[in-house]
C-alpha cells in the first residue's frame, strides 16, 4: 500500500509575507529624520534592528531621499526605541513634532504595522494631474483611429 501525499511542497508565507505587504505601505514621505536607538545586549533589540534593515532597503528609502537614518547604540541596557521626526508641513497639520515608538515588546511586523498606521498615514496625498499625449503615444496605445484599408 502507499501513502498519500498531503499538505505543500513549500512553506507558507505567514510572517514573512505579511512583513512584504506592509513594507509596499511604507511611505516616508512625511519623514525628516528617523533615530534607531537600541542596546545590542538587550533582550528585545533584535526585531528593532531587523525594523533599521527593512528601513534602509533602497525601495523604502526612494519614498523620501531626504530623509535621514540614524543609529544610536547604547550599552546601558535601555529600552529599544525608534522616534521619527517629522517634516514642518506636517507637524502644522498634524500637530505633532515626533513620532516615538518604544519597541521594547514588539516583533518586527507589529514595528511595521505602527509605522504604516502613525507615519504612512500623515504623508502628503500626490496630486495626479493629467498628462497630454501626443499623436503617436496614442497610436502606440492604440487608442487613435482604426486601420485603413
Keep these: 500500500m502507499s501513502i498519500k501525499v498531503g499538505g505543500a511542497f513549500r512553506r507558507s508565507g505567514g510572517i514573512v509575507s505579511a512583513i512584504g505587504k506592509q513594507l509596499k ?40 531621499p531626504t530623509c535621514v537614518l540614524k543609529t544610536e547604540v547604547f550599552c546601558d541596557r535601555r529600552a529599544p526605541s525608534i522616534v521619527f521626526q517629522l ?47 501626443t499623436k503617436s503615444e496614442k497610436k502606440a496605445v492604440g487608442g487613435a483611429g482604426g486601420k485603413r484599408r
Excluded: G, M, W, Y
Design 25 to 64: 505601505l511604507v511611505n516616508l514621505k512625511a519623514v525628516q529624520r528617523i533615530t534607531v536607538s537600541f542596546d545590542p545586549f538587550h533582550e528585545s533589540a533584535v526585531p528593532t534592528r531587523e525594523f533599521l534593515h527593512h528601513l534602509s532597503a533602497p525601495k523604502i528609502t526612494q519614498t523620501n
Design 87 to 133: 517634516i514642518p508641513s506636517v507637524q502644522a497639520e498634524a500637530k505633532l513634532k515626533k513620532i516615538e515608538l518604544n519597541s521594547e515588546n514588539l516583533s518586527t511586523l507589529e514595528l511595521l504595522k505602527l509605522c504604516n498606521r502613525h507615519v504612512s498615514a500623515l504623508a502628503p496625498k500626490e496630486i495626479v494631474t493629467s498628462v497630454v499625449k
